[in-house]
């Protein structure tokens, strides 16, 4: 299925900034250095995609959750933010032209957006997971979007 979660009505107020862009790529850099670790407590993986307008590759730590078969899931919080975040935007664009860094490996994956009783089983694993998933949830009115991430064969 298709990319396609629009923005809600309300929200918490989504990162951004200097402070915030300067802690991702701090961020980004650390993980691909360790080889993988944590951020904020969660797995993460380092995101990267083709910018949509720019065509300008964007790296980006985000939280991760094994998925079935070797798979990856996302999920494009922002925090609990009206407007999903600009990566899900990429992804959307260029589902094909994903790349990550995850624990001590980088992969070429495809993106997924999940829907119906997919997404329901993956996001009950992640809120289950980590509790302040369910947290973002509750502060915005849009679906927050569950991504998977199939590494593509070499």
């Known amino acids: 299925m298709s990319f396609g979660t629009p923005a809600g009505t309300r929200g918490a107020r989504q990162p951004s900034g200097r402070f915030t862009t300067w802690m991702n790529k701090f ?56 407007g999903n975040p600009a990566w899900y935007h990429n992804l959307a664009a260029n589902p094909d032209k994903v790349r990550i860094d995850v624990d001590g490996r980088t992969l070429d994956v ?16 992640i809120t289950t997971t980590t509790p302040r998933f369910a947290g973002y949830q509750q502060k915005t009115d849009r679906e927050i979007p569950i991504i998977r991430l199939a590494p593509r064969p070499s």
């Open 110 to 125: 495809t993106a997924e957006q999940l829907h119906g009783t997919e997404r329901d089983k993956a996001w009950q694993q």
């Open 27 to 82: 961020m980004a850099e650390r993980l691909r250095r360790k080889g993988g670790g944590k951020f904020m407590g969660m797995d993460a993986l380092v995101l990267t995609t083709l910018g949509r307008k720019s065509g300008v590759e964007r790296s980006t730590p985000v939280a991760w959750f094994p998925g079935d078969n070797g798979t990856y899931l996302i999920a494009a919080s922002a925090a609990g933010a009206a």
